[in-house]
């Protein structure tokens, strides 16, 4: 067998032949990482020293963790592009549906409007949410027996300090 290690000229970097990249590439793909032990029958195999196998498993270690790396942001950026997308679309679509609701609730005129000069559409908005606020309420008072007699005449409902309602106006 021919000297498996070339020189490359003017410079003493070791190469490693193809046939040993080829056969440690195989070794790399059913054990990432060699006990001392097998590190010693690879290297004399091969005809490298031991430091030298031990060393291109350590490269082709930090050679596949970063391209792992590489593929899990590619993947992940792509993620965020697609919810970033659709972010901006639900925000298009909700300021349409907003500008449809001043509209209706513009064009209500003089057939649209109850006795008490209000829309119909807003008399049954604060209707709902009446009726919602209230059943909330009544549930969390039943409840309450559950929490050790916390007391609701305490608690505010403040509809301005909800994180979410601004996004919903």
Known sequence: ????????????????SDEQIRRLEAMFASESKLEPRR??????????QP?????????????????????????LAASYDALSDRFESLKREKQSLV????????EGGSDGESESGKNEFEVKEEGVGMVE?????MRMVDTASD??????DDV??????????G???
């Not at 490269?59 to 391209?67: D, L, V």
């Not at 929490?147 to 609701?152: K, T, Y």
Request: glycine letters at 6%.
């Open 133 to 137: 606020e209230e059943e909330m309420m």
């Open 39 to 48: 590190k010693t029958e690879v290297a004399r195999e091969l005809g490298l």
């Open 99 to 106: 500008d449809q609701l001043r509209k209706l609730k513009g």
């Open 51 to 75: 430091r030298q196998v031990a060393i291109w498993f350590q490269n082709k270690r930090a050679r596949w963790k970063s391209k792992h790396v590489e593929k899990e942001y590619a993947a």
């Open 1 to 16: 067998m021919a000297d498996p290690i070339t020189r490359k000229s003017g410079n003493d970097k070791r190469r490693f």
């Open 167 to 169: 996004f919903w106006s």
């Open 156 to 165: 505010v409902m403040d509809q301005s300090s909800c994180q979410w309602l």
């Open 147 to 152: 929490w050790g007699g916390l007391d609701f």
